[in-house]
């Protein structure tokens, strides 16, 4: 099967477009202590069932060096709990990739997911304001793909990214065979 991978942008913070309100309450925090073990259980936790598997064998030193160069991780919590993250990379001339995005399998369904692209992407909008160093923003990036969760195009859209370009055949770190789950091997869940 045919994979494809859609870029999109957004190239003002006029671009953004608000979420309707999620029907769960969610606080977005950032965390702000680089945590290579946060990140790698969100990575799984969100991407298990959408076949995320290139940072799967990453060691902790490679996870550390990822979030150095500066990624902001954005996590949305319901009473506590991780319902989904957002992970910002500054890269050069004022653009932001949003390099990962998703929710945790339950929190899925609950518009949770319009209300954290929102919330993270005006985060992107104003990331110079937290790091004097960084040009400001002036552009938004991110890829999605065929294999992603199907309503995530539509999300991506909804909040004002526009396609820039489309790719066939370009599976990235996915493999359309079974699904690792939030650990190597275990398999798709079915708790949803």
């Known amino acids: 099967m045919d994979v494809i991978t859609w870029y999109l942008e957004q190239t003002s913070p006029s671009d953004l477009l608000p979420a309707k309100p999620p029907a769960i309450e969610l606080d977005i925090v950032r965390a702000e202590i680089p945590s290579p073990e946060l990140n790698r259980f969100l990575y799984t936790a969100v991407g298990g069932d959408w076949q995320w598997t ?4 990453w060691t902790w030193r490679q996870w550390a060096e990822w979030l150095s ?8 919590y319901h009473r506590g ?3 989904g993250y ?9 653009t932001i990739e949003v390099a990962s995005f998703g929710l945790l399998p339950w ?9 954290l692209l929102e919330y993270c992407t005006a985060r992107a909008w ?3 304001e937290r790091h004097p160093g960084l040009e400001p923003t002036r552009r938004v990036w991110l890829h999605t793909c065929s294999l992603d969760g199907p309503a995530a195009l539509a ?21 359309e065979g079974s699904t690792p789950g939030p650990w190597p091997g275990a398999g798709p869940r079915t708790h949803r």
């Open 126 to 128: 104003d990331i110079a």
């Open 155 to 175: 999300n991506y859209q909804a909040r004002g990214f526009r396609i820039y370009d489309s790719r066939v055949g370009v599976p990235g770190d996915r493999d």
């Open 81 to 83: 709990t991780p319902a």
């Open 86 to 94: 957002v992970e910002l990379v500054p890269q050069d001339e004022g």
């Open 69 to 76: 160069q500066g990624v902001e991780t954005w996590v949305a």
């Open 54 to 57: 290139e940072r799967l064998p």
């Open 107 to 115: 929190a899925i369904g609950k518009a949770a997911g319009g209300r």
